[in-house]
């Protein structure tokens, strides 16, 4: 819900080329106790003033010389994508009402102001974009939630299969290759046992972030739960390049950490598969990557193999990224 404070500490703007008509305005809202109010007589700024502001409500004149309201109201269209217009049109004229409505404002004011009128419908205007808001955020957040690992933020296994599937068609178009990294902690379950499971969560952000770190930003990190993650590499030149990748993860996720005043290492086992080599589809490389890794496990982990190979090849190990 939408508390009063909340109302009362809203943004408003007030345009209008009289003076007498914002003074009055602005002091009809302050004497009720609100508290973010602004104003302009130039229509023009209007648009730059929303954009640099975000206000929750523009009490705007729709009769300015020069610049009417109407057209202040098709320039804030372009800025709210979401076809939310927070216009409280103010007019002298009974005919212009039903225009302002169809033009997108949401609520109009006649003059001469009646005080009453004003508030009453400052306040509702308020309170629904407030509700607005709340569930366009709320619904932001159920969208990350479903995209999104909840302990690190990183991609979840949805939001894998979407990137990889945008990089295979990538790669098949451009007749390219693409990497899938498939990364285990060495260990991890004897952190938990020893730290307790609030240390654990607090290594695997950290371990994240430094997975993050280690890969271009066309790349994508995921967890896919405990402690594995996924490195998909969207478009890689070759087999050394994809091991180049897998040494800068393992190399940088076993250095130290420093987990609430106790030392804690840890390394990381990787398996590579490279597409179209190791499999055409995600799940085909997901099943080599992680047969791979399997294989570095047993090798005797912090470790990488690649897909069918039992030798490590020759890599730069300069760790620089490719392009």
């Known amino acids: 819900m939408v508390s009063k404070t909340d109302i009362l500490n809203a943004s408003i703007l007030?345009?209008?080329?009289?003076?007498?008509?914002?003074?009055?305005?602005?002091?009809?809202?302050?004497?009720?106790?609100?508290?973010?109010?602004?104003?302009t007589r130039d229509p023009h700024a209007v648009c730059a003033l929303h954009r640099d502001n975000h206000y929750d409500l523009i009490l705007l004149d729709l009769r300015m010389p020069g610049m009417?309201?109407?057209?202040?109201?098709?320039?804030?269209?372009?800025?709210?994508?979401?076809?939310?217009?927070?216009?409280?049109?103010?007019t002298a004229q009974p005919a212009h009402k039903l225009q302002a409505l169809q033009s997108?404002?949401?609520?109009?004011?006649?003059?001469?102001?009646?005080?009453?009128?004003?508030?009453?419908?400052?306040?509702?205007?308020?309170?629904v974009r407030l509700l607005h808001e709340a569930a366009r955020n709320y619904g932001k957040m159920l969208e990350t939630l479903a995209l999104n690992d909840p302990l690190t933020g990183l991609a979840n296994r949805r939001l894998l299969d979407d990137r990889m599937s945008m990089a295979l068609v990538h790669a098949r178009r451009n007749k390219s290759a693409?990497?899938?990294?498939?990364?285990?902690?060495?260990?991890?379950?004897?952190?938990?046992?020893t730290l307790g499971h609030g240390a654990g969560d607090i290594l695997l952000k950290m371990v994240a972030e430094r997975l993050v770190a280690t890969v271009r930003e066309e790349?994508?990190?995921?967890?896919?739960?405990?402690?594995?993650?996924?490195?998909?590499?969207?478009?890689?030149?070759?087999?050394?390049?994809?091991?180049?990748?897998?040494?800068?993860?393992i190399e940088t996720v076993s250095q130290p950490y420093d987990i609430?005043?106790?030392t804690v290492s840890i390394t990381i086992s990787a398996g590579v598969s490279i597409y179209p080599d190791h499999g055409e589809d995600a799940e085909m490389l997901m099943k080599s990557a992680d047969a791979a890794l399997y294989e570095a496990k047993h090798a005797g982990k912090n470790a990488y193999r690649i897909s069918g190979r039992t030798d490590v090849p020759e890599v730069d190990c300069s760790l620089k990224s490719e392009g």
């Open 104 to 127: 997108g404002a949401k609520d109009f004011v006649s003059k001469p102001f009646d005080l009453a009128e004003v508030l009453m419908r400052v306040h509702n205007m308020l309170e």
């Open 14 to 39: 007030i345009v209008d080329d009289l003076e007498a008509n914002v003074l009055l305005l602005e002091k009809m809202l302050s004497n009720v106790g609100y508290t973010r109010i602004s104003s």
């Open 68 to 90: 009417d309201g109407f057209q202040v109201m098709e320039g804030l269209k372009e800025l709210e994508t979401d076809g939310y217009l927070p216009v409280l049109a103010v």
């Open 260 to 262: 609430e005043g106790t």
């Open 178 to 193: 693409m990497a899938v990294v498939y990364l285990d902690l060495d260990g991890f379950k004897q952190i938990n046992d």
């Open 219 to 249: 790349d994508t990190v995921a967890r896919l739960g405990g402690d594995e993650f996924i490195l998909a590499l969207w478009h890689v030149s070759g087999a050394d390049y994809a091991a180049t990748a897998a040494l800068r993860a």
